[in-house]
């Protein structure tokens, strides 16, 4: 493994980084006040490639190596965890799943308008009583002639409201657990269906989160994605590739969050000194880059090893589990620094401690994390 970056990988590193300095951080306390989606932003980036970073070219992307894609994502997670979400979910969680799994059609009405910025995607798994437990599935797709009908209810889908279509899972056969469930790309224009709840969220306001809502949805059989019955298949596949994901804009934030520690530590005076010359300040920025770089190694090892096509679940699973575990004590730490001004809103750490607390959760929570690693060290 090579600790050094290609001229392509920091050419997409810094590219990424003026637009999300530039662009981005400006206006992204603003965009979190307004809980408005960043429209004008979101079809920047796409311009730019950043919603087909891993897509090879004929499908419309730019075709760079995963850890470009990294060193891209940590400097938009930097400016904005909102428009972070959007990137890391068209090329983690739709992209990948279109280009793996889909049709030559699918893909042609898809994944190229996708990567374009023509149409938006979301990844429709999550339901009621299937978190963690993503087998559980009760939304249903009956066979009838050349299409299936759907119908149930999905919860907590990132960017719900605002996209075109949606891969959806759902129970196409009578067995429980994992047999039985199949993955469909679903148009809203084609196959509608409506969003129900927005939620309202302690951070990611410009990142809405929804229900969406299946009733009697017709889709042509044409949309299936991979076999009938592979669909948790596909799902914990693509889970695999976006916990890299997930981890890079956790380091983001978290880095994010050092950064104005530091400055803070080096301005703000106390008893005659700045910050930066109490060892009690200084220990507490160590522990926080020392916890960065851990990170970013562990996501560049699991980032490598995908791009080697190596076996690499283990590795996903741990640079999600100790990126976003990190991303919560740097945070913490980092309002600890700023004392009373890191918890009004005047300040970023504040926002950026609201901000990672979700890393923890979302695409398999921290405790899920812990039982991916073991069952892949001690045998399934």
């Known amino acids: 493994m090579d600790f050094g970056y290609t ?6 590193r810094d590219m990424a980084r003026d637009f999300g300095q530039n662009e981005v951080a400006p206006v992204a306390a603003e965009l979190e006040a307004s809980s408005e989606f960043p429209w004008e932003l979101t079809k920047r980036m796409a311009k730019l490639g950043f919603l087909g970073m891993t ?11 995963t850890i470009a894609y990294c060193l891209a994502m940590e400097e938009i997670a930097k400016a904005s965890t909102s428009l972070s979400m959007t990137v890391g979910l068209h090329n983690s969680l739709v992209s990948w799943p279109l280009r793996k799994f889909g049709s030559d059609q699918v893909k042609k009405d898809f994944l190229v308008p996708q990567c374009q910025g023509e149409r938006y995607g979301c990844f ?17 797709a009956e066979k009838k002639g ?9 919860t907590f889908i990132t960017n719900g409201s605002v996209c075109d279509f949606a891969l959806v899972f759902a129970r196409t056969g ?8 199949s993955a469909f790309v679903v148009d809203k224009n084609v196959s509608p269906y409506s969003v129900g709840t927005v939620e309202k969220k302690m951070a990611l306001s410009a990142s809405p989160t929804t229900e969406l809502i299946f009733e009697d949805c017709h889709v042509p059989a044409a949309n299936l994605l991979g076999k009938e019955g592979e669909g948790l298949k596909v799902a914990l596949a693509t889970l695999d590739v976006g916990r890299i994901s997930l981890g890079t804009q956790a380091l983001g934030v978290a880095e994010a969050a050092f950064e104005a520690s530091v400055k803070y530590a080096q301005e703000r005076s106390q008893f005659g000194r700045t910050l930066s010359k109490f060892q009690m300040i200084q220990q507490m920025v160590a522990d926080m880059a020392m916890d960065l770089d851990a990170a970013r190694l562990i996501i560049h090892r699991a980032a490598w090893m995908e791009d080697q096509h190596v076996p690499y679940i283990k590795e ?5 589990l100790y990126a976003t575990e990190m991303a919560t004590r740097v945070t913490h730490r980092a309002v600890q620094v700023h004392g009373g001004y890191g918890y009004i809103r005047e300040y970023n750490v504040e926002r950026y401690y609201r901000d990672a607390r979700v890393f923890e959760i979302i695409e398999g929570t921290s405790e899920i994390q812990r039982i991916v690693i073991a069952r892949e060290l001690m045998g399934k």
Request: charged share 25%.
């Open 174 to 181: 009578k067995e429980a657990g994992s047999k039985g469930i």
């Open 7 to 12: 001229e392509e990988q920091t050419m997409i």
């Open 124 to 140: 429709a798994l999550t339901e009621p009583g299937a978190g963690s437990d993503a087998a559980n599935q009760r939304t249903t």
């Open 146 to 154: 050349n299409e299936y009908i759907l119908n149930g209810t999905k």
């Open 55 to 65: 897509t090879p070219e004929e499908y419309g992307g730019i075709g760079i190596d």
């Open 316 to 320: 996903s699973a741990m640079s999600k």
